[in-house]
């Protein structure tokens, strides 16, 4: 493998610029600021300015979102383990897999390598969307694995309107790919990229409905993802003590991944 140093050079500058806008809008920690200089530097650096591009496209619409009628998801927000500033094990949990990807697409070339980087970038895209937006859904959510109303923010909830948007936040991701690489195929990385991030968003709903550590929030009286509050340690609920929300979106990212690989061979 050689290593292109001008490029890397070229994506540290550009993912700096990034990172300094975003902690001065608040999206970022400080933390989350070295863990995004690393992730941006490594993805474009060694993925080339496309996968950059892809990755500038999840940072930019999910952080946005984030910030949408906060004040109307604001009760939602106090289930869920983080908050829309990102620190580093967030951007770990979101971008660290793409950038490990495109640092693996440089030591042994091969096009699945940019299937599989879609498919996470298109998870990461869905679920954020599915969070920020279906949880101003005028209906309850249902838990993914019986039905039963449940309030919202609650892990495994899914709606119609999260489901639809993360349906669309994937399909983003598909069809900036597929314009940038030009315009054979792009309806194909299009719907790869909508059904990945699909897949991988209901594999995190999955996933928090059944094996992801949920707490019992005593004084208000209802679940929760945070450990702490209060100044003290939350009571366990369900789940496997190592499986928090940032496991769980790594794990529901690869496999959306896996989802756009396998259309990827079965189109070509």
């Known amino acids: 493998m050689q290593i292109a140093v001008d490029q890397i050079a070229i994506a540290f500058v550009v993912s700096l610029v990034i990172v ?68 580093i094990m967030q951007v770990f949990a979101n971008g660290g897999l793409g950038s490990i990807i495109a640092v693996f697409s440089a030591v042994w070339p091969s096009p699945i390598w940019f299937w599989l980087f879609i498919g996470v970038m298109a998870t990461v895209n869905a679920d954020t969307w599915a969070t920020e937006l279906g949880t101003l859904s005028r209906k309850p959510p249902r838990l993914i694995t019986s039905g039963r109303i449940v309030d919202v923010g609650t892990s495994g909830g899914i709606s119609l309107l999260g489901t639809a948007v993360s349906f669309a936040g994937g399909a983003l991701i598909g069809l900036v790919a597929g314009v940038l690489t030009g315009p054979d195929g792009w309806w194909f990385l299009f719907m790869a990229g909508g059904l990945g991030g699909l897949a991988g968003s209901l594999c995190d709903s999955l996933l928090g409905a059944t094996v992801q550590r949920i707490y019992w929030d005593d004084v208000k009286q209802k679940e929760t993802e945070k450990q702490h509050k209060y100044g003290r340690v939350m009571a366990p609920l369900r789940g496997w003590g190592w499986m928090n929300n940032d496991v769980v979106n790594l794990l529901s990212s690869f496999f959306g991944g896996l989802v756009v690989v396998v259309l990827g061979l079965w189109f070509s």
């Open 20 to 87: 300094m806008l975003a902690l001065w809008r608040g999206w970022l920690s400080s933390s989350g600021a070295v863990g995004a200089l690393l992730v941006g530097t490594l993805t474009m650096g060694f993925g080339g300015w496309v996968w950059g591009i892809l990755l500038g496209v999840f940072f930019i619409s999910s952080s946005a979102l984030s910030h949408f009628r906060e004040e109307q998801k604001r009760q939602a927000a106090e289930k869920f383990e983080k908050g829309s500033r990102r620190d």
